[in-house]
């Protein structure tokens, strides 16, 4: 793991302590309580409860790497087969981005700042603008990728995932506040193939072509852009 990356796993740490969170995974109260909007604009939709295997999520602010490492390709390496190329969360990062420097510049405010305080949420806006200036990796505008992540629903399709937040740690923007935008893609699945509301408990796989393009919604704002996406749980092949 590179210090860069260690850099930018400080901050969903100090986002959940911001949040009231922990590290406790989800319980069934809390899932049923989750709501994502209908696609037609009407009211809230509630996620199903959770069973015996999504009771088992995992605890908030884990890593997608954590589980889906083993079952990734080199990141970017291009698979011959279908042209696409599998991409880790740090490849996503802007160049001469340094996380490391921001969080020095706060660390003595957060060290001192009462958890859950009013003068946390203000400092927590304070380092998420700040990471949000750096603005997304430009190099990656048009190519087709294929990146595991976490849901953060933004509507529904029936029983499937609509448009979502394609997210690095799991319970980011539902649990938890949302990642700097150039760790957030907005995601469009194609027609049939997204997956199921009981499908969010566990990462997936987004494959299509990502666009740099800076989108603010409802949940978060969003530094990256996939397409008429092909989306599928993690267990299963990407392509």
Request: with cysteine; proline share 8%.
């Amino acid at each position: 793991m590179t210090h860069r990356y260690i850099a930018t796993l400080l901050l969903p740490c100090f986002l959940l302590a911001a949040c009231g969170g922990s590290d406790d995974t989800q319980s069934s109260d809390t899932a049923a309580k989750q709501t994502a909007s209908d696609s037609s604009g009407s009211a809230p939709v509630k996620i199903p409860e959770v069973n015996a295997e999504q009771a088992a999520a995992p605890a908030l602010g884990t890593a997608v790497s954590e589980i889906v490492g083993s079952k990734m390709d080199a990141a970017g390496k291009a698979n011959p087969e279908d042209g696409f190329t599998d991409m880790d969360w740090n490849d996503l990062l802007p160049e001469g981005f340094k996380p490391e420097q921001i969080m020095a510049k706060y660390q003595a405010e957060i060290q001192a700042t009462e958890e859950g305080s009013p003068e946390e949420r203000v400092l927590y806006k304070k380092v998420m603008g700040e990471f949000n200036s750096a603005g997304a990796n430009q190099s990656l505008d048009g190519k087709k990728v294929r990146i595991p992540g976490f849901v953060a629903p933004l509507d529904t399709n029936g029983d499937l995932v609509g448009d979502f937040l394609l997210v690095p740690y799991y319970g980011s923007c539902i649990h938890s506040p949302p990642p700097p935008a150039h760790q957030t893609v907005m995601v469009e699945p194609a027609e049939g193939k997204s997956v199921s509301l009981n499908d969010i408990y566990r990462p997936v796989w987004v494959v299509g072509e990502i666009e740099v393009d800076e989108i603010d919604t409802d949940l978060a704002k969003a530094g990256y852009q996939i397409k008429n996406a092909k989306v599928v749980p993690y267990t299963q092949p990407a392509h």
